[in-house]
């Protein structure tokens, strides 16, 4: 038995008929094709899955894609304007070497934005516990966490 959903994914509508089981991380890699957030744990441990759903971060590997029809998702590869402009975060991951093997990346950068949307000015405790949910086995989180930081210093 399938359920129709309809979701706007970084702009664009899509309306699909799925299996209610169907995790929302799998329906964005596997039904829609956007591969660029990862499945680290699917135990909703690590982050590396983390999209936009209606405004809020959300590890997508917690949530059905039945449970997101009507929302309007925002993946990694939305986060850059249509001119291709990279958003502040992904200027603040490149300048500061916020990444190493790059797999935790997309859900850093989703998790860093919505730190940055809830307060354009946080202290260095306050981006270290933003990123709390998200897990890094390469960095040691120091650049990260300077990333965020040149972020917010580049504002909107
Ligand atoms: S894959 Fe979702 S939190 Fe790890
Ligand atoms: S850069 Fe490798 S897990 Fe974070």
Redesign the pocket.
């Known amino acids: 038995m399938t359920q129709t959903i309809s979701v706007t994914i970084n702009g664009k509508p899509y309306t699909h008929d799925v299996e209610p089981r169907l995790l929302l991380i799998h329906y964005l890699r596997e039904v829609v094709g956007l591969t660029g957030s990862h499945i680290g744990c699917e135990t909703s441990l690590c982050g590396a899955c983390t999209v936009e759903v209606d405004g809020r971060a959300i590890k997508s590997c917690t949530m059905f894609a039945v449970q997101a029809n009507g929302a309007s998702i925002l993946t990694v590869e939305g986060l850059a304007d249509a001119s291709g402009k990279m958003h502040r975060v992904q200027e603040g991951f490149w300048n500061e070497h916020g ?7 997309p859900g850093m950068l989703m998790v860093s934005k919505q730190i940055l949307d809830r307060n354009p000015s946080p202290t260095e405790t306050e981006i270290r516990e933003g990123l709390d949910g998200n897990l ?4 040691g989180y120091q650049h990260i966490v300077k990333a965020v930081q040149a972020a917010a210093k580049a504002g909107v």
């Open positions: 990444l190493q093997c790059g797999f935790c990346t890094c086995r390469c960095t």
